[in-house]
């Protein structure tokens, strides 16, 4: 099996493509093979050249961090997640590219500082005691698990780095602020930045909700933001 994956060695170099060979249990995750690639005492490409170690990020490569979000064949997935052999592949070749919604640190190696920069914008913190609304709690609890690994990020025509749009990301933390958050300035704050921020820019198009690698019920947590935070209900 052939791992062809989209270089870059810094933000000011040209992208290109190589190509390394794999010949080891198809049993095993995506990240599984960059380890064992990177682990080589000489690193070569399918040709024969030696090659510079690959660029990438992870943590945990347990579905918990989010730090191992790339393109797998075109799709935005976490590397910990798929499995060689569930992948369908054109030429017996797989396809690792880095998220293209983000700037390029390295190889597959984005800069997601944006998430974190729209939650400040939005100002997603907690000024004051919690106010628990029992009957969400399912919802909250879901809403609590996003790994901001920005899988929805890519697919959603919305999302610009360059833009106010926070994305699926901002409006799973919103949720749970507005909900959690007591009547009064710290609240309506908050709604006032969803709408600037979320509401205003999404286009519903809702193909965040399929993609996300955890499984968060997206769609069921748009529904309740805009409940609470647009028609406040």
Known sequence: MYIK?????DKYDTSF????LYQGDLKVSVAYVLRELNSRATLLDKDGNNARRI????SCLEKKCGACAMLINGVPRLACAVFL????CKKNTIVLEPLSKFPVI????VDRNILFENMKRMRLWLEDNVSINFSDREYQY?????????CCLEVCPSFSVKGNFGGAVSMSAAFKLID???YGKQRDELMKKYRKNFFEGCGKSLSCDKICPIGLPLQ???VKSNSAAIWHK
């Open 220 to 222: 069921e947590l748009l």
């Open 5 to 9: 994956i989209k270089r870059k060695k």
């Open 85 to 88: 052999k569930e992948l369908k």
């Open 106 to 109: 390295s190889d597959l190696k």
């Open 17 to 20: 493509f190589q190509t390394f």
């Open 180 to 182: 959690q958050s007591a």
């Open 142 to 150: 879901q809403s609590s698990r996003c790994v901001m690994c920005g």
């Open 55 to 58: 660029i990438w990020e992870c």
